[in-house]
Nanobody
Framework: QLQASGGGSVQAGASLRLSCAAS????????MAWFRRAPGKEQEFVAGIRWRDGSTAIGDSVKGRATISGDNAKNTVHLLMKSLKPEDTAEYYC???????????????WGRGTQVTVSS
């Protein structure tokens, strides 16, 4: 099971660091990622990391403001968001993949989210 944390209510321009950890794990993952969903909008890919080589992918809407990092051995992943904007307001949740390691591909396990609210 994946659990995200670190969300909150901040002013525009602030930074937040979100974390996601597996509460209990016995299967190795190939990748982990962050997604978000704002009210009335579709799910959006934020950032992903592939454990094999540490390569990452960042979504266009947060490029230059988001950094993903993590620990493969601990199945934890972090998302640092800087210069937050009101349009970053959403529920953020993490996901893990067990098979294919294309960070832009499908994910197999989805966790509970953490709310991020950015006010202007």
């Amino acid at each position: 099971q994946l659990q995200a944390s670190g969300g909150g209510s901040v002013q525009a321009g602030a930074s937040l660091r979100l974390s996601c950890a597996a509460s209990e794990w016995s299967v190795s993952t190939t990748k982990m990622a962050w997604f978000r969903r704002a009210p009335g909008k579709e799910q959006e890919f934020v950032a992903g990391i592939r454990w094999r080589d540490g390569s990452t992918a960042i979504g266009d809407s947060v490029k230059g403001r988001a950094t993903i990092s993590g620990d493969n051995a601990k199945n934890t992943v972090h998302l640092l968001m800087k210069s937050l904007k009101p349009e970053d307001t959403a529920e953020y949740y993490c996901a893990a993949g067990f098979y294919f390691d294309d960070v832009l591909g499908q994910y197999n396990l989805w966790g509970r989210g953490t709310q991020v609210t950015v006010s202007s």
